[in-house]
Every structure is written in C-alpha cells, then in structure tokens.
C-alpha cells in the first residue's frame, strides 16, 4: 500500500509543485493521474520513489517512510518499485537484453555488475519479462534499431526485470501513436492484472484513461482535485481538472468520444 | 505472435546469442601487440621501486627544499612571454597558409583530385612533430631561435588546421553555395559569400584553440634552440639548479592556464557551444561515428 | 509628401556596427606587430628570411664523399638498420602509454564530469588538478622524469603518461557531460548504486567516443614519442637529435621518412579499427 500523508514538494526555484496530498492506493490497484501539462504529475510519481525529495509531510511505501529512508533504504524501496518513462530513456547504443538487465542491477553485486557477469536466474528473469510483453525476439538487437512501441515494450521488460511489486509510468504513451498506445496500455492492464502489481499511470488522454483504468485522481496546479472512478467522471470533473471545457485536444481518438 | 504458440517451451523463440568473434579477435590482437611493447622496451623495471621516491626528490628541490627561487621571476616571465610570442606568430603563419588549402581540400568546394592531393599534403605534414620541423628544415633555413620555431609551429599547425577547414566546409548548408551559383557567381566570390560566413566563426574558433595548443608546443621548442622558454627549464634542470627550474615551470603553469582561460572565453562567444571536443571530434576522421549523440 | 521620401523613412537606420569586433581587430594587431618586432618580439623579418632560404636550399641537395653528410633529398638508406631498434623503442613506448594512459582516463573522467562526479568537491578539485596536468607540455615532463629516474624509456613512458591523462580526461568528461541522461534516471529508478548506473547507462553511451579518442591518443603519443629522445626520454629522437649534431643531413632524411610512414601506417590502422569497432 501507498500512503501520501500530506505530502508537498516545492522545487529549489521555488514552484510549488505537490501541495498537500493526501491519498492511499492499495495493493493491486491500476489507477491514472490526469491533470494539465505542469499540474505536478511527474512530481506526483516520483516522491513515491524519492527521485524527487520531499519538502513536507511524507510518503510511506509498504510501510517504509520515504521522507526518511537512508540511501541504502531508498535503493531497496527503488528496487521493488519499477518505473515506466515518456522518453523510453534506453540505453540506445546496447542490446535489448543488456537494457532489461539493468532491471537486476540491485540484486548484482558490484563487482560482478561491472564486467555484465548476470547470473544465469537473472539472465532467465529478463528472458521471461521480454517474453511477458513479446519481444524476446529482439534480445541482442541494439535499442536503437526499435521502433517507439516496441523500444516502450523494452522499457517494460526492463520494470518487470526488478520483480516489482509497483509499477510507476509517467506519460508511457505520450510518445506514441495511437494504435501503439492502445498495445502499451494494453500490456499495462495485463500485468496488473496477471502479476497484481500496483499499477500508477501518468496520462494525457482522458479517455484512454477511461478505458483502461479504475480509478482516476485529477491534479490541478499541485492540489488534488478529483479522486473516483472513471465512470463518474464527467464533463464537470473535467473541468475542475483542467480549468476549461474538454476538447478534442484531450482525447487520444476523437471519435472514440462517448 | 507466440501468445498462440503453445506447443513448444518459451525458450524456442529465443534467439541464439550472437557470437563475438571478430571482437575477441581484434582483442587479442591488441593484447599481442601490448605484450610485445612491454617486452621489448627496456625498461629497468627495479628502478620501479624508486620511482615515487625519485619524483617526489625532484618536486621537493623545486618546491620545498628552499621554496622556488623568485629571484628567477624575470628572466622566467621574458622567455615565456617569447614562447607566447612565438605560438601566436606560428599561429597566424598556420591560419592564413590553411584557409586557402582547407577550401582547396573541401570535397564539395574543390574537385575531387585536387582535393585528394591536398588532403594527403595535410596528413603528411601532421606526421611531424614541430620539434622535427625545427631540427630538420627550420634551424638550418633560419638559423637557432624563435623565427625557426614560431616557423616550425606554424608548418605544423597548417597540418591540423587545414583538415579541420576542410572538414568544415564539406559539412556545410548546400543551399546558399547553390543560390550564389545560381546568381552567376565565380569561384572566389560563391566561396566568399556562400561558404565562408558558414564557416568562419567556427574556423576561428580552430585558430584559437590550435593556438592554446602551440603554446605547450612553443614552450618546448627551447629544447633545440628554437626559442622560448623550454631553453631554460631544460638548463636549470640539466645543471640540478631545481628551485629555478621550480619557478620557470611554475610561470608555464600559470601562463597556459591563463591564455587556456582567455581563449577558450573568446572561442565560446565565437560559437555558443562549441566545445574542444567538437573541435577534436572533428579532428579525428570518423564516418562510422557520426551519430546523435557525437553531434 | 512624396512617395520617395516616404519610403525612405521607413528605412532602417544602419545599425551600429558591434563594438566587439574592432576591438577584436585592434587587439589582434597590436599582438601580432608586438611579436614580430625586433625589441620585444621575436624579430621576423620576411627578406631576411628569403635570403635564408637558399641557405636551406644547400641543405637539401648537397653532395659529399661521406653518404651520411648529402643532403636531405638525398636519404643514406644503410641508416635503416640502425634506426631499427630505437624506431622499435619509439612504438613500444607510445603504446604502453596509451594503454595506461586511457585507462586510467576513464575512472578518472567520470569523477570530473558534472553527470558522474561523486559530488562537488571532487569535481572542481579534480578539474583543477587536470588543468595543471595539462598545462606543462610533454617534453617538460619528460625532463622532470628524466631528472628524477634517469634517461630512457621510462620517463619518456611516464611523459607521455601525464600529457594522455590531460587529453582523454579532458575530451571524456566533456562526452559525459553530453549524455542523454534518461537511461540514468531509469537506473536509479530502479535502485542501482551510482556505479552500477555508470556502467550500463553511461559507458555504453560513450564507448564509441572512448575508442575514437584512445586511437587519437595513440596517434598523438606516436607523434609525441619521437621527439622525447631529445631530452633523454627514450625513443628515436635521440637518435635524430645526435645526427642534426652531426650535420648527417642524409641519416636525419632517412629517419624523417620513416617517422612518415610509421605514422602513416598507425592512421590507417587506427581508421580501420574506428570503423570496425564502433
Ligand atoms: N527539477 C525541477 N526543478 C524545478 N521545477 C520543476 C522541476 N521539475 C518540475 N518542475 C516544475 O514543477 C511543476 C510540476 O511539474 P511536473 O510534475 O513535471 O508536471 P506534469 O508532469 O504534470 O507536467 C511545473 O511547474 C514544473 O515547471
Ligand atoms: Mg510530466
């Protein structure tokens, strides 16, 4: 379970970008955060796995407090939590495997870690995370040579690799098109519901968000805004979310706009 | 595709890892040739053992033993003043024989023979270092001191700089070379208005930072006579006079760290963002490199 | 008013020219006629030197009894044998410094890039440490090495040594900054140690670069080690030091053409491998 208990984050240039946040997402869970490009979304994501500190109140990870974890401590909550990013952010110049392996990297020692000595188990996990979302036949191909989706899989792969018990995905189709991004989401909702992994999704699109998750949160300049289920989000919770009335700019298809 | 594909284990669709070979082989290779040098060169490998010590007696005379000899201050300063003298002197000599050869060797701005000729002309000159230069050609031509190696160094610097030239101007925007022939232009006068604003400022930028670099050059030159003040940092050493040779090594310091410092100010407001690594990048011949991340 | 006058007005007034070029100009100049003169600078003297050249012009094609004292264009081709080993030492030398030298840059290199740097302290001591190493020049190390380990190839190793740490380091820690730097964040993300995250997020980013610039710096430590016998550092240039002393124009020559073609050889060796490798 993840706890916010009055979390905020103010950056050093001073924007205040979480205000007070409280929430709770229990195990298993696949939800969505919307909210305007700047609405603290990305912020949001990353205090659950400390890339981005605290300022007030805390975050508690299956009872680890964030705020306050050592920097052994954070690595360990890190290595259970994997994250899922708009950018793929790839290591394009090396294999598909060597990628999905960086998803081990916490159970390897340092020394073993340095000369790429995985041990074969390791070596068999990342096998089975690139067949979870099928492209294992791309193993020793460079990165680079991938298209978006298939480069997004990899980036998947790579999450499930850690044997995570949380999945964190920060705008995992923004970069995508549409049939793509139905393909990723898609793979999303199966782990979540194969694996039970919590699942916590940054989207642009609405309803694409309607689509493939149960509950949606809305945030607004930092504060939370809606907190329900897609269903019950309508036009008026749209516009407290975004300030303004839905447009077609809001949705992945827009004829998919019931 | 393989979610249907039930019948045989998951492993089936696996690839095959692919095989190192030619890495492995290049490896040994180097390996091979690594083990060669360190037997054959002749080194007294159990002076090893009073290398540390060795090093730290020759810092110690310079430096703490009675402090480096200020006294020496002055004659340190002239002669390296001569050094700097000497490098920006070479590196007129190499900016200006190297503009005119650099479009001549410029596949796109030149034919393809010529170009080729002087391509190979520049690669040929860079295999000499500017000490060779000096002792070979230009002691004799002008006799012992700074012109032969302010010569030297600018000889050298057409080597470099004419490549780095000529690299540039292949790489540039076709369109206004095009637009400038189209308009009825000659030779001189597309090269002029078509080619050179594209290239200049980061040509300069070349010129400077050649010149940070012939001043290490220009500060050795003394070694063989050719001016500069390598002459006394090797005669204060040679004669065991280590605490003025503290001071003239300390005045190389703190001189290329300055023109290192004012330069490289002056090359960042002549290009924003170029870095020496681009201007080595370029430097080094790499087709196979060019990708994203190096540009 | 008329329609001239009127178009006219809306004429941009010619804007004032920048002030840093002039400057730029006149700083230049005083410069370069400081260091041409015959007080303060080093006394070039363009006719003076046109009369010389017909001084060096004797050089080159001057005819004697002896085969070691003809001219430059004129190579004593029974030299060859004895440039054979100290050619060998010369090879030997920048290789192993080479080796050594980009080995030791590449731990060294992510200490002082902003990316990797184990934090700040380390960083800006390091840099300054690195602008130090690479202010002195090799021949000036090697006369520090030679001084304190005697001659031979040795100090000439540890010379070259020093001026390749400066080198790489310099151009290393430069590509690091550049990295794309996702793939580091994900390898935090996913609870890394920061070495760990080095390895696999930025050293495969900068492996081509790495190569590109270990084979630069074996071409350069060639170049370089050739001259470090001057000094006592090793290497052919002892050689070729003791033979301008002699005036054997033609065994400098011979020495002078295989320096070429061992440099020309290692380029095209280095081209293939960059092409192979990366
Ligand atoms: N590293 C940072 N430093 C300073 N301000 C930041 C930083 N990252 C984000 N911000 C600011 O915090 C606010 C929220 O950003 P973010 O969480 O990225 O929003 P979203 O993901 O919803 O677009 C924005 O105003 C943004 O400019
Ligand atoms: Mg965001």
């Known amino acids: 379970m993840i706890v916010f208990d009055h979390a905020s984050v103010t950056y050093p240039g001073g924007v205040h970008a979480l205000k007070d946040i409280s929430l709770e997402i229990p ?33 508690i990870v299956d009872g680890v407090s964030v705020r306050k974890a050592s920097g052994d401590q954070l690595r360990r909550l890190r290595s259970k939590i994997g994250m899922i990013f708009q950018t793929f952010n790839l290591v394009k110049r090396t294999s598909v495997l060597n990628n999905v392996l960086m998803g081990r990297l916490h159970t390897t020692g340092t020394a073993r870690s340095l000369f790429g000595w995985y041990k074969p188990a390791d070596v068999e996990i990342a096998m089975q995370a690139l067949e979870r979302v099928d492209i294992v036949e791309k193993a020793y191909v460079r990165a680079a040579n991938l298209s978006g989706g298939q480069q997004q899989r990899v980036g998947i792969a790579r999450a499930l690799a850690q044997e995570p018990t949380i999945i964190l995905a920060d705008e995992p189709v923004a ?20 694996l039970g992994i919590t699942t916590i999704v940054n989207l642009h699109f609405l309803d694409l968000a309607k689509v493939y998750c149960e509950r949606i949160i809305g945030l607004r300049a930092g504060e939370l805004v809606y907190d329900g289920t897609g269903a019950q989000a309508d036009e008026g919770v749209f516009r407290d979310i975004y300030g303004r009335s839905l447009t077609a700019d809001d949705l992945l298809e827009a004829p998919s706009l019931t | 595709m393989n979610g249907t594909n039930n019948a045989g284990p998951p492993r089936e669709s696996r690839p095959r890892r692919p095989s190192n070979a030619k890495r ?132 050298h610097s057409v080597g470099t700089l004419g490549k780095l030239t000529a690299e540039v101007v292949e790489g540039i925007d076709a369109g206004p070379v095009e637009a400038a022939r189209a308009s009825g232009g000659r030779w001189v006068q597309i090269q002029r208005w078509g080619v050179l604003p594209q290239v200049l400022p ?83 011949e790499q087709p196979a490199l060019v990708d994203g991340s190096a540009a | 008013m008329t329609v001239a006058a009127g178009a006219e007005s809306r004429r941009p007034a010619k804007p004032r020219p920048s002030l840093a070029i002039p400057i730029g100009l006149v700083t230049f ?48 081709w029974v030299f060859l044998t004895e440039t ?159 033979e301008y002393g002699f005036f054997h124009w033609s065994n400098v020559s011979v020495i002078i053409v295989e320096l070429f073609v061992m440099v020309f050889l290692i380029e095209l060796v280095s081209i293939w491998l960059r092409r192979r490798l990366v």
């Open chain 3, 84 to 242: 054979a080993e100290p050619m060998l030492e010369t090879f030997a030398m920048a290789v192993l410094a080479s080796v050594m030298g980009c080995g030791l840059a590449l731990p060294v290199s992510f200490l002082v890039s902003r990316v990797t740097a184990p934090n700040g302290l380390v960083l800006s001591i390091g840099r300054a440490i690195l602008s130090v190493i690479r202010a002195i020049p090799d021949i000036l190390y090697a006369l520090l090495f030679v001084a304190a380990v005697g001659v031979g190839p040795l100090p000439g190793i540890l010379a070259l040594l020093f001026f390749n740490i400066g080198v790489t380091v310099k151009l290393l820690s430069e590509t690091v900054d550049g990295v794309d730097p996702g793939p580091i964040e994900a390898g935090r993300a996913s609870g890394a140690t920061g070495m760990q995250t080095t390895r696999w997020a930025v050293v495969p980013q900068i492996l081509p670069n790495y190569v590109a610039y270990s084979l630069y710096v074996f071409e350069l430590n060639i170049r370089a080690s050739t001259v470090l016998g001057i000094v006592g550092a090793g290497g052919i240039g002892r050689m070729l030091y003791r």
């Open chain 3, 29 to 76: 100049a005083v410069i370069t006629w400081i260091s041409v003169s015959r007080e303060f600078g080093i006394d070039l003297n363009l006719g003076e030197l046109a009369e010389n050249i017909t001084r060096g012009a004797r050089i080159l094609v001057r005819e004697d009894t002896n085969p070691a004292d003809r001219g430059l264009l004129n190579p004593n």
């Open chain 1, 175 to 194: 970069s995508l098109d549409p049939p793509t991004s139905h393909v990723v989401m898609r793979d999303l909702q199966r782990i979540n519901r194969d």
């Open chain 2, 24 to 155: 492995n082989v290049a490896f040994i290779f180097a390996l091979l040739v690594i083990v060669g040098s360190v037997l054959s060169v002749d080194i007294k490998y159990e002076r090893l053992v009073d290398l540390p010590a060795g090093i730290w007696l020759v810092v110690y005379k310079m430096y703490f033993e009675r402090g480096p000899d200020l006294s020496y201050l002055g004659v340190s300063i002239e002669h390296m003043v001569q050094s700097i003298e000497i490098a920006w002197v070479g590196t007129i000599i190499g900016a200006v024989l190297s503009l005119p050869i650099g479009f001549v060797a410029a596949k796109n701005v030149s034919s393809g023979i010529i170009s080729n000729v002087f391509r190979q002309v520049l690669n040929g000159i860079r295999a000499f270092p500017e000490l060779v230069l000096a002792v070979a050609i230009f002691i004799p031509i002008a006799g012992l001191g700074p012109v032969a190696g302010a010569l030297a160094i600018g000889i």
């Open chain 2, 202 to 284: 980061e040509i300069v930028a070349f010129w400077l930072y050649r010149f940070e670099i012939n001043i290490r050059a220009a500060a050795v030159l003394g070694v063989v006579g050719a001016g500069g003040i390598g002459f006394i940092v090797q005669q204060t050493i040679v004669f065991g006079r280590f605490p003025l040779a503290g001071t003239a090594l300390l005045v190389v310091i703190i001189a290329t760290i300055l023109v290192d410092t004012v330069s490289g100010w002056v090359r960042r407001r002549i290009i924003e963002g170029v870095e020496t690594r681009r201007i080595v990048d370029a430097e080094i």
């Open chain 1, 27 to 59: 195990d298993g869970e696949m939800m969505v955060i919307v909210g305007l490009s700047g609405a603290g979304k990305s912020t949001l994501i990353r205090a659950i796995n400390g890339l981005v500190p605290l300022t007030d109140g805390d975050v």
